[in-house]
């Protein structure tokens, strides 16, 4: 619709509430550490796709909406029909916030503070070229396993063994 229109952008609705339901459900059922972006391009590089509600959450809009006296019309594709995953994960994410004060805030920083060296992706963070600062010798680095260590006293601790890699 957008390319017989002529249009260059294209905005969507989605609320911060659809930014977390959508992380959760790309990790809970896609396996992924994956959102939506507030703007990205589209597939096929004609358009960008925005998302102006991205950082108001979903019971502004609702309260604003009503304020204003705006109807509110359910979208039959993104979580109006019950037993929908993203309908049991906002309910999840509300029930969070119910009894945890502050958690969504949270969540939403997080996914926009993104550490990737504290991520397990080699494709994001190059962790084989990570090495001890003042290493004289590259090869010369050692491995520590923390199961060689009984849980007794400290006084018990054996020699460290040297492991090479």
């Known amino acids: 619709m957008a ?3 002529g249009a260059t952008k294209i905005a969507l609705g989605h609320h911060r509430d659809d930014m977390l339901q959508t992380f959760m459900l790309n990790m809970f059922h896609g396996g992924r550490l994956k959102g939506m972006p507030a703007k990205l391009v589209s597939d096929t590089g004609k358009h960008v796709v925005i998302r102006p509600m991205a950082y108001v959450n979903e019971k ?3 309260r604003w909406s009503t304020q204003q006296q705006h ?3 359910p979208c039959s594709l993104c979580g109006s029909q019950e037993n929908l995953q993203r309908v049991q994960v906002g309910n999840m994410l509300r029930e969070w ?3 945890y004060p502050g958690r969504i805030e949270n969540m939403f920083s997080a996914i926009q503070h993104v ?3 504290h991520l397990m992706d080699h494709r994001h963070h190059n962790f084989k070229a990570i090495q001890a600062t003042g290493v004289a010798d590259p090869e010369g680095d050692k491995a520590f396993d923390a199961d060689e260590f009984p849980s007794a006293s400290p ?3 054996p020699e460290i063994q040297v492991v090479r890699l």
Do not use: F, H, N
Request: net charge negative.
């Open 155 to 157: 006084t018990s601790i």
């Open 60 to 62: 502004d809009i609702v």
């Open 97 to 99: 916030q119910a009894k």
């Open 3 to 5: 390319e017989e229109l």
């Open 115 to 117: 550490v990737p060296s």
């Open 71 to 73: 109807p509110i019309i």
